[in-house]
């Protein structure tokens, strides 16, 4: 669903890279692939984060994102659903 909406807005999507995340990416359609960067680090450049966490983890990414340098990245959050 998060991905659907960065589509929507006509946005690239940046994923943590982990084996999750690379399988996943590998398994879409060869178009959509181009669409998403993935990074270990959160160094990328982007404006906005989508959050799919309980509230614990909401709270963690936030502390995480307000530890980068640079301007603030506004997040939404969509807690008590475990990612799926």
Partial sequence: MQFATVLAA???????ENGAS??????????LRPLIVLDDSLRS???????QADEADVRAWSHRLA???G???????IPG???S
């Fill in 67 to 69: 530890q980068r340098d």
């Fill in 71 to 77: 301007p603030t990245v506004g997040n939404e959050a």
């Fill in 45 to 51: 450049a982007f404006d906005a984060i989508l959050i």
């Fill in 10 to 16: 006509g946005a690239r999507a940046i994923w943590l």
């Fill in 22 to 31: 690379v399988r996943r990416q590998r398994d879409l359609p060869a178009d």
């Fill in 81 to 83: 659903l475990a990612p």
